[in-house]
């Protein structure tokens, strides 16, 4: 009759007397410190990201060679890209690439383009299954850097590569 009586802390009591607290660890998790390599490819992408939709549609030629001019480009530049005045001073290969892959080269290539004072360079994209052929011009259309682009004349691949013309600031440049 004597165990009925007990309360419910005295119970508890009798159950933890021999246990010993634990001792306290204190942890502190610090985020790891990242390479230089991984901070700029992080930053490359948020670049890319902001600079290319797959959603974006601009106004391009449904027949003939593909063209574009961005606003206030004089159409001449465009004329003089069709006619390979503009001789590329970086070319692309895009050849087997992923669209992600793509888009960061891409990326890559008009940064190159403005640090090296070159004003115009060569995206081959090839024949393929047409997928970068198509976002390839949907892309550079919407880099703010990038004032024209058309088709390559045939010594610089013809329908399968981009001549881009590369807007680099008041920087002083050749042609």
Not at 1 to 9: E, G, L, P, S, Y
């Amino acid at each position: 009759m004597k165990d009925k009586n007990i309360t419910d802390f005295e119970s508890f009591s009798d159950l933890v007397a021999g246990v010993k607290p634990l001792q306290q660890q204190k942890h502190h998790f610090k985020q790891p410190v990242k390479t230089r390599q991984q901070v700029e490819i992080k930053e490359q992408q948020l670049h890319v990201s902001s600079y290319f939709s797959d959603t974006y549609q601009p106004l391009l030629p449904v027949n003939g060679p593909m063209r574009w001019t961005n606003d206030g480009v004089d159409k001449l530049e465009l004329k003089r890209l069709r006619r390979g005045d503009y001789v590329p001073d970086l070319l692309l290969d895009l050849h087997g690439l992923r669209q992600a892959e793509a888009k960061l080269e891409l990326a890559a290539l008009i940064q190159a383009c403005v640090k090296q004072n070159s004003i115009c360079c060569s995206v081959m994209h090839g024949y393929g299954s047409g997928i970068l052929k198509q976002q390839i011009p949907m892309w550079l259309a919407q880099h703010p850097k990038v004032k024209a682009f058309h088709q390559a004349p045939k010594e610089w691949g013809g329908d399968a590569a981009l001549l881009v013309l590369i807007d680099i600031g008041d920087q002083p440049h050749r042609r």
